[in-house]
């Protein structure tokens, strides 16, 4: 069973950037997108983008344009998020998630595996 | 981006009880909807996909019902490991979008 291992926690000052990486253990990518799910503190859910690994597309939520880089390297089965210019509302954990692509339709299913999640702490 | 709107926010229930989440679409979302389970300090974990579909080694305890709109995840006899929060989340348009969680705590 496909497992998603994630770097581990991070600590990052102001303006700073933070990569976060997620590894595919026992399996690949295969014909999955990977996106990144953020949980502020006490706070819910939030989609930041996804990456299509196959394809090397990779799309962002419009809150996140031009501060998230999401990137995957099919040799390791590893995605990555890097976030810039990171403020203390960054402050979070970050998830990657597997949901099966369909390249007809562009759409997504549910997310079935997760990571199990990244603490990044934005503090002067 | 649809919006998806969970009552209660929270509820407290007892071991036993029969719980009903629901969750509300801004637009229609066919059955593009899944529910997810997330403990304290824990990934949130896939329970039901495609509305009313079970997720594989998720008890039967759990299911969901709903299509267009309205949408609800009903837990038939409320164990104590089911005491967390319980999330909504669309798949039908991009952007995928969450629901704002709603927490189920012990009375």
């Known amino acids: 069973q496909v497992q998603l291992v994630q770097s581990g926690a991070e600590v990052k000052k102001p303006g700073s950037s933070v990569k976060v990486s997620c590894k595919a253990s026992?399996?690949?990518?295969?014909?999955?997108?990977i996106s990144w799910v953020r949980q502020a503190p006490g706070q819910g859910l939030e989609w930041m983008g996804r990456i299509i690994p196959i394809l090397g597309i990779a799309n962002y939520a419009q809150k996140f344009q031009g501060r998230v880089t999401i990137t995957a390297d099919k040799s390791t089965s590893t995605a990555y998020m890097e976030l810039s210019s990171l403020r203390s509302e960054d402050t979070a954990v970050y998830y990657c998630?597997?949901?099966?692509?369909?390249?007809?339709?562009?759409?997504?299913?549910?997310?079935?595996?997760w990571g199990q999640g990244t603490m990044v702490t934005v503090s002067s | 981006a649809i919006q998806l709107t969970q009552s209660p926010s929270s509820l407290s229930a007892s071991v036993g009880d029969r719980v009903t989440i629901t969750c509300r679409a801004s637009?229609?979302?066919?059955?593009?909807l899944a529910w997810y389970q997330q403990k304290p300090g824990k990934a949130p974990k896939l329970l039901i996909y495609?509305?009313?579909s079970l997720e594989s080694g998720v008890p039967s305890r759990f299911s969901g019902s709903g299509s267009g709109t309205d949408f609800t995840l009903t837990i038939s006899s409320l164990q104590p490991e089911d005491f967390a929060t319980y999330y909504c989340q669309q798949f039908n348009n991009y952007p995928p979008t969450f629901g704002q969680g709603t927490k189920v705590e012990i009375k």
């Open positions: 495609d509305a009313s």
């Open positions: 026992g399996g690949t990518f295969s014909s999955y997108a």
């Open positions: 637009q229609g979302i066919s059955s593009a």
């Open positions: 998630a597997r949901a099966e692509y369909y390249y007809g339709s562009g759409s997504m299913d549910a997310f079935d595996i």
